[in-house]
């Protein structure tokens, strides 16, 4: 069963959660039927809400029990709250009227255009991650001009559509999962292939090397980067090539 406007089709989800850094609260203010807490990995604390009860029910089956699902309006319910920055929350709320394909209602909470100005307010005063997905519109192109953001094709009933994604954090520099990595579906496949490899390679050798290919692999994670380290190590030489004067000075006046 598929919802109107839901991030199921493949590659939308996977796109959306390859740019989610480690959290330990995830949020869905427009949870729909959720499609993407159900496929990342769960964080400690998953809270899902939608103003329609119909909603909440069918998630109430779908989804793991600890999980809180909350019927209650976002624009109401987010402003009440206090946010850490470990939280991430994801927006899906329902499009602009006019960004959409064909302009009749969806769903039985749509959203007016001064809703959505309220929501933008709400999420640009936030001091948690935040990401919001929207089709192109000049009204979030100026609330979130200073947000990072990236577009992407996904599939919906009417054909490919453009999906914006607006975040308030920069790239990340580790994600919360990897179980997606990959641009596409081919890339996904090959990424999930090496891993399997690698892992039953590793679970063959003695514990001790397993630690020292740990440890490996975590000093080459934290170190520069080649070309940052070469620029450090290049930089006393940079600076005499361009001070042709400045030589080594013997003490004493020798010669």
């Given at each position: 069963m598929t919802y109107p406007g839901g991030k199921e089709a493949e590659g939308t989800a996977q796109t959306i959660i390859n740019q989610q850094p480690p959290h330990d609260t995830y949020i869905e203010p427009f949870a729909g039927h959720a499609a993407i807490a159900r496929l990342k990995r769960p964080a400690?604390?998953?809270?899902?809400?939608?103003?329609?009860?119909t909603v909440t029910n069918y998630l109430a089956s779908h989804v793991p029990g600890q999980w809180h699902l909350l019927i209650e309006d976002a624009l109401e319910w987010?402003?009440?709250?206090?946010?850490?920055?470990?939280?991430?929350?994801?927006?899906?709320?329902?499009?602009?009227?006019?960004?959409?394909?064909?302009?009749?209602?969806r769903y039985a909470f749509e959203m007016t255009d001064e809703d959505h100005e309220r929501?933008?307010?709400?999420?640009?005063?936030?001091?948690?991650?935040?990401?919001?997905?929207?089709?192109?519109?000049?009204?979030?192109?100026?609330?979130?001009?200073?947000?990072?953001?990236?577009?992407?094709?996904?599939?919906?009933?009417?054909?490919?559509?453009?999906?914006?994604?607006?975040?308030?954090?920069?790239?990340?520099?580790?994600?919360?999962?990897?179980?997606?990595?990959?641009a596409n579906y081919r890339e996904r496949e090959r990424i999930k292939r090496k891993v399997t490899r690698w892992t039953t390679r590793l679970a063959t050798l003695p514990a001790l090397e397993r630690l020292a290919l740990f440890s490996a692999i975590e000093e080459s994670i934290n170190a520069p980067a080649p070309e940052a380290a070469m620029l450090a190590s290049d930089r006393p030489h940079r600076q005499?090539?361009?001070?042709?004067?400045?030589?080594?000075?013997?003490?004493?006046g020798e010669a």
């Amino acid at each position: 069963m598929t919802y109107p406007g839901g991030k199921e089709a493949e590659g939308t989800a996977q796109t959306i959660i390859n740019q989610q850094p480690p959290h330990d609260t995830y949020i869905e203010p427009f949870a729909g039927h959720a499609a993407i807490a159900r496929l990342k990995r769960p964080a400690t604390n998953t809270i899902l809400i939608d103003r329609d009860p119909t909603v909440t029910n069918y998630l109430a089956s779908h989804v793991p029990g600890q999980w809180h699902l909350l019927i209650e309006d976002a624009l109401e319910w987010l402003p009440r709250q206090r946010f850490s920055a470990r939280t991430l929350i994801y927006c899906d709320p329902p499009y602009l009227m006019r960004s959409r394909a064909t302009q009749k209602p969806r769903y039985a909470f749509e959203m007016t255009d001064e809703d959505h100005e309220r929501l933008l307010a709400i999420l640009t005063s936030l001091p948690c991650m935040v990401q919001i997905s929207a089709y192109a519109d000049p009204l979030y192109s100026s609330h979130l001009r200073n947000w990072r953001h990236i577009t992407f094709q996904s599939a919906t009933r009417h054909g490919l559509a453009t999906e914006h994604l607006w975040m308030s954090y920069p790239e990340p520099k580790a994600l919360h999962t990897y179980q997606h990595l990959g641009a596409n579906y081919r890339e996904r496949e090959r990424i999930k292939r090496k891993v399997t490899r690698w892992t039953t390679r590793l679970a063959t050798l003695p514990a001790l090397e397993r630690l020292a290919l740990f440890s490996a692999i975590e000093e080459s994670i934290n170190a520069p980067a080649p070309e940052a380290a070469m620029l450090a190590s290049d930089r006393p030489h940079r600076q005499n090539r361009r001070n042709p004067e400045h030589t080594l000075q013997k003490p004493n006046g020798e010669a």
